[in-house]
Nanobody, 125 residues
């Protein structure tokens, strides 16, 4: 059973940076595509970024391209989301997720099997 744990959330000023981490000690990490989703208050959960098993393929939500970078370290069973030039509209709970089609990247939340509990990111203007 997976146990994804996110960390790194907090309060940051607009224009600032934050790095989120998501670690799991139970999965064979390199067997999974990993992704970040977010959910703002009163809104549906939305895709942010995804990375395949070896980091060779990534995909991003249009509004974060050029500002966010997803990466992974399979030796540490950890996936990261580096967020730069943050905007108030990036405020949300950020979730990491693991999906089993490890060679692919995909934005459909229904294809992800395991989810973390989320970490709050608040961007002040």
């Amino acid at each position: 059973q997976a146990q994804l744990v996110e960390s790194g959330g907090g309060l940051v000023q607009a224009g600032g940076s934050r790095r989120l981490s998501c670690a799991d000690s139970k999965l064979t990490f390199s067997s999974y595509t990993m992704a970040w989703f977010r959910q703002a208050l009163g809104k549906e959960r939305e895709f942010v970024a995804t990375i395949n098993w070896n980091g060779g393929r990534t995909n991003y939500k249009d509004s974060v391209k050029g500002r966010f970078t997803i990466s992974r370290d399979n030796g540490k069973n950890t996936v990261y989301l580096q967020m730069n030039s943050l905007k108030p509209e990036d405020t949300a709970v950020y979730y990491c997720a693991a999906g089993s089609a490890a060679g692919s990247v995909y934005s459909d939340p229904g294809r992800y099997m395991y989810w973390g509990q989320g970490t709050q990111v608040t961007v002040s203007s």
